[in-house]
Structures are given as structure tokens and as C-alpha cells.
């Protein structure tokens, strides 16, 4: 294995584990918004 491929590997790894990361940041933030105007509204 080269080592351009060894740094492609890499840097698709980082880059699905920060796509992962800011998917889960967005699902938290939009429960925290239901719940939030849900708080509001009662």
C-alpha cells in the first residue's frame, strides 16, 4: 500500500467520523427545539 493511499484512508475516516459527529449535533439540536417550544406552549 502507497502512501497516498494511506492518507486517502485516513483523512475518509475523518471524514465520516465528523460527518457522523455533526449528524448527531443536528438530531440533538432539533430535539432540543421540539422540546423546548413544546415547554413553551404548555
Given at each position: 500500500m502507497?502512501?497516498?493511499?494511506?492518507t486517502?484512508?485516513?483523512?475518509?475516516?475523518?471524514?465520516?467520523?465528523?460527518r457522523?459527529?455533526?449528524?448527531?449535533?443536528?438530531?440533538?439540536?432539533?430535539?432540543?427545539?421540539?422540546?423546548?417550544?413544546?415547554?413553551?406552549?404548555t
Amino acid at each position: 500500500m502507497s502512501n497516498d493511499e494511506d492518507t486517502r484512508d485516513a483523512a475518509t475516516a475523518a471524514f465520516q467520523q465528523v460527518r457522523g459527529f455533526h449528524a448527531e449535533l443536528m438530531a440533538r439540536k432539533r430535539v432540543e427545539a421540539t422540546t423546548g417550544n413544546a415547554g413553551r406552549s404548555t
